[in-house]
DNA sequence: GCGGATCAC
DNA sequence: TATGGTGATCCGC
């Protein structure tokens, strides 16, 4: 009699697998308002604000090797993020390439970050432009609306975008029209000023936070609410750009959702585990829990562990997101180059490298404690013969 | 404990 | 012309 891979597995595994999911279920938890915020395209994004002629063609910032991201403009003729800048020039010979400008991004980022934490004051940054919140408490407590003046502009002028969707209106009170003439670009300007209103409830706060981040930094952002992190941050992609996504607390919503969701939307799941569960005949998260005897085949216990999470929703428990600690665990550098043989031009450049990573460490120690760090690099040449 | 692989951004 | 840099975790040795 002949017996496939998945008899095989089935037999071996799947007791184990569903006694593990019966584990990993006594930690669901629909409490929680939790949520996912990410600015849309948001290098790209600071810099058309300053530079308005950047605004209606195809531009990406980064350099020739390697972009960073692109403008919604030049996403459609491919140019993506993490692209060498010389290969999106073929794909887009219009492109326009915008070296990166880090003080501005971070500036930028503590605009949001302050707004944010009003929400809650343990938020996590994931990156520059993205957040993390805990909205459970805040939820919680608020039991009024509240209100918000908004400034739209129309006419000619080119200085500000028309962030705020015509359609976009969320509950306005009252709503005041001025003329006046740009001082930038002296075309004349219509400002519309409105008094608007933010119920209660996640979604509503939700709204009122990405609607202060774009009043106070002139971009948009997405944003994802779920039960947990890891659904969180799914959603916030998936109503991208300007818009929000809310997955209900409830059982059946996660459990549809999770159903369809491709692997490799997951964040944790990248190239190599998606080829892995995809050799499995797991495309789906929904697939996870199906096959699940096959993941031994692939995965460690811990990875198996990871995906089942994934495939019943759960957040991640232990570690990244749901509590996370910012402390750095590690400072380092590198560099690409040509390939060489030549040890001394590599001997130096680890040198340089030792001197930098010493600075970098004693500047920071430094700068948290007030405490010297003195380091002495000797007998390098022995030490990097090899 | 360490280097390689993997992942995110 | 030209395919990055930083930090983290996990795994096998």
Redesign the pocket.
Same mark, same amino acid.
Request: aromatic share 8%; glycine share 12%.
């Given at each position: 009699k002949v017996q496939t891979l998945s008899d095989i597995t089935k037999m071996k595994y799947e007791k184990e697998m569903v006694q593990l999911c019966g584990l990993l279920e006594k930690e669901r938890n629909y409490d929680r308002d939790c949520v996912h915020v990410?600015m849309d395209a948001?290098y790209a994004a600071v810099e058309m604000r300053d530079f308005p002629q950047l605004r209606n063609i195809p531009m990406a910032v980064g350099?020739?090797?390697?972009l960073?991201t692109s403008n919604y403009v030049a996403r459609q003729f491919g140019v993506r993020?993490?692209?060498?800048?010389?290969?999106a020039?073929r794909l887009c010979p219009q492109l326009e390439i915008v070296p990166l400008n880090f003080d501005k991004y971070t500036k930028e980022s503590r605009v949001l970050s302050s707004i944010l934490s009003q929400y809650d004051p343990n938020l996590s940054m994931?990156?520059?432009?993205?957040a993390y919140i805990d909205l459970t408490q805040y939820a919680a407590i608020r039991s009024s609306s509240v209100r918000h003046k908004r400034i739209r502009y129309g006419g000619d002028c080119v200085c500000r975008l028309p962030l705020v969707k015509d359609n976009d209106h969320p509950g306005v009170v009252q709503s005041i029209e001025r003329e006046e003439v740009c001082t930038k670009c002296s075309h004349s300007r219509k400002i519309i000023e409105d008094e608007v209103e933010f119920g209660i409830g996640r979604a509503e706060i939700v709204r009122e936070m990405r609607f202060r981040v774009e009043q106070a930094t002139g971009l948009t952002c997405s944003a994802g609410i779920a039960p947990n992190f890891m659904l969180a941050?799914v959603c916030s992609d998936q109503k991208k750009p300007n818009d929000q996504f809310e997955l209900e607390n409830d059982p059946q919503a996660v459990n549809d959702f999770i159903k369809e969701l491709p692997t490799?939307k997951? *964040?944790?799941? !990248?190239?190599?585990?998606?080829?892995?569960l995809s050799a499995l005949g797991i495309t789906k998260c929904g697939d996870i829990i199906t096959l699940a005897h096959l993941l031994p085949c692939a995965? *460690?216990?811990? !990875?198996v562990e990871s995906m089942l999470r994934i495939g019943l929703g759960l957040g991640s428990n232990?570690?990244?997101r749901d509590s996370k600690?910012s402390?750095?665990?590690?400072?380092?550098?590198?560099?690409?180059f040509?390939p060489t043989s030549d040890s001394r031009f590599l001997t130096q450049m680890l040198y340089e490298f030792c001197e930098q990573l010493i600075e970098?460490a004693s500047s920071k120690i430094k700068s948290a404690s007030g405490l010297s760090l003195k380091v002495k690099l000797s007998n390098f040449e022995t030490l990097t013969r090899t």
């Open positions: 990410d948001f350099g020739y090797s390697m960073s993020a993490g692209m060498p800048g010389f290969i020039s994931g990156s520059l432009d993205e941050k490799r997951v *964040s944790g799941i !990248g190239r190599v585990a998606e080829a892995h995965f *460690s216990s811990l !990875g232990m570690h990244s600690d402390s750095r665990k590690s400072i380092s550098l590198e560099r690409t040509s970098q």
